[in-house]
């Protein structure tokens, strides 16, 4: 897993991203302290058999969701409805 991802140039963080989960759980697989669940299994044969661009083209696609999902529309910016009296 680790010359995969040296190979790929890619940080614990972001070969995690493509995997779904964190890099420190990348580090603990690959330092043998855990070992990866069957699902997990399945997400590592498909990054597996990416290439560099590849990689780095679904990588930003998670990144943008992800920009996504934690932006949240500032206070003060929908526009109040007026009240008839």
Do not use: C, F, N
């Not at 498909?46 to 780095?56: C, D, F, Q």
């Amino acid at each position: 897993m680790k010359a995969q991802r040296k190979r790929l140039k890619l940080s614990a963080e972001d070969y995690g991203r493509l995997v779904g989960v964190s890099g420190q759980t990348i580090y603990h697989w690959e330092q043998g302290k855990t070992r990866p669940q069957e699902a997990q299994l399945v997400a590592l044969a498909a990054v597996r058999g990416l290439g560099k661009r590849e990689a780095l083209v679904k990588l930003e696609a998670l990144r943008a969701t992800e920009k996504r999902k934690t932006t949240k529309p500032r206070k003060g910016t929908r526009k109040k409805a007026k009240r008839k009296r």
